[in-house]
């Protein structure tokens, strides 16, 4: 695909004030822009770059000519679990979703329909593999707990579950087989997302040696992304918005390399607003990472101000979701409807198996 370039014609507006309306976050997306299948191979998937003058079109596989020598990558190592399960409470059929894990037998969930169930209800998805409701709870969620010992767990995961796709990438029959290996980065390691670090899908081994060849590091960290990054925002006013929570975790190791990459003078890019959100998480006022294990709600919307992270590659987003929010206030809200209203006119794909974007951040 030949590079194109666009200046940024910005309209001179008076900033937003806050209360931010969930509505100022809204956009149209005609259908058939929602990508179903993912690019194929992984790093042909087309780019926009963001920066604060301009809209760059580019592919994954542009990465190391777009980033600078000494550019820090931070990767979500999370492993998606096979979280979607089908069981039977009696002769009513009910669908799981894992959300997330509070201990080793016990998880939130999604059900459906969730309104059949009640607490101390068993939850049969094999003769030897089934769950007691032990609550359920205002916003949907039910609390179970497994019948197996916790190790045993994932493996049962694995022989009765399937891929957790989105509700938007449809398939008649549940997740085909493609989507286990696809729907998982090339680098996944510790078990634990209900739905992948989606910037993450698009790199392969071949492209990680480009990038290393071009004097680009990376390091990982871990955010067990739970299905609540689907969930759409409702409320009125986004202040008024609870945050799902997640587990993460940054090593000393990995602290160590991003702080020393700071010192340096090194651009910190996060590969996906999971680690974004993580870095941001545990950095304290000065920006100086903090080695953590912890369960993080951060809510990044306009005038968050960025103690981390310099870039930020991610997919494209849903309209009145968190995730834009995070985005807008990362490079800039009229920057991101212009470049969004733009992604539509040019037929990017978007969501989880869609294309990407690289955002330089800008903050209005």
């Not at 994954?60 to 089908?86: C, E, Y």
């Not at 205002?138 to 995961?157: K, R």
């Not at 869609?354 to 903050?363: C, I, P, S």
Request: hydrophobic content about 40%; overall charge neutral; glycine content about 6%.
């Amino acid at each position: 695909m030949a590079t194109q370039c666009y200046v940024l014609i910005m309209k001179v507006q008076p900033p937003f004030q806050t209360p931010w309306r969930t509505d100022d976050f809204d956009f149209v997306l005609p259908p058939q822009h929602i990508a179903q299948r993912a690019v194929e191979p992984r790093d042909h998937a087309r780019l926009l770059h963001v920066t604060p003058s301009k809209l760059g079109d580019y592919q994954v596989f542009d990465l190391p000519r777009l980033l600078k020598a000494g550019d820090l990558l931070v990767m979500n190592d999370t492993k998606v679990i096979p979280a979607r399960l089908h069981g039977q409470r009696g002769a009513v059929k009910i669908e799981i979703l894992l959300h997330k894990k509070e201990k080793l037998q016990q998880w939130l969930a999604f059900a459906r329909p969730g309104k059949r169930l009640h607490v101390g209800d068993v939850i049969v998805f094999a003769p030897t593999f089934t769950a007691n409701v032990l609550a359920k709870y205002e916003n949907g969620q039910i609390l179970i707990e497994f019948n197996v010992p916790g190790p045993d767990i994932f493996s049962l995961l694995h022989l009765y579950g399937e891929p957790p796709l989105p509700p938007y990438i449809k398939r008649e029959e549940g997740a085909a087989k493609q989507d286990q290996e696809r729907y998982q980065t090339i680098y996944a390691k510790h078990e634990g997302a209900v739905a992948a670090p989606t910037a993450g899908l698009h790199f392969t081994t071949d492209l990680l040696n480009n990038l290393k060849t071009a004097g680009i590091s990376y390091v990982p960290v871990t955010l067990h992304v739970g299905a609540g990054t689907f969930m759409p925002v409702k409320v009125d006013f986004i202040e008024d918005h609870v945050m799902h929570e997640e587990w993460g975790e940054i090593t000393h190791v990995a602290a160590e390399q991003i702080n020393q990459a700071r010192k340096e003078g090194r651009r910190i890019v996060a590969v996906g607003t999971t680690s974004l959100r993580l870095l941001e998480s545990a950095a304290d006022e000065t920006g100086c990472i903090k080695p953590t294990s912890y369960n993080t709600k951060l809510f990044i919307t306009p005038g968050y101000p960025f103690k981390v992270v310099d870039a930020l590659m991610t997919n494209f987003h849903l309209p009145r979701s968190t995730l834009f929010m995070l985005v807008s206030a990362f490079a800039g809200f009229e920057r991101m409807r212009m470049a969004y209203e733009y992604a539509i006119m040019q037929n990017y794909r978007f969501y989880s198996y869609g294309d990407a974007t690289l955002l330089e951040r800008f903050q209005e």
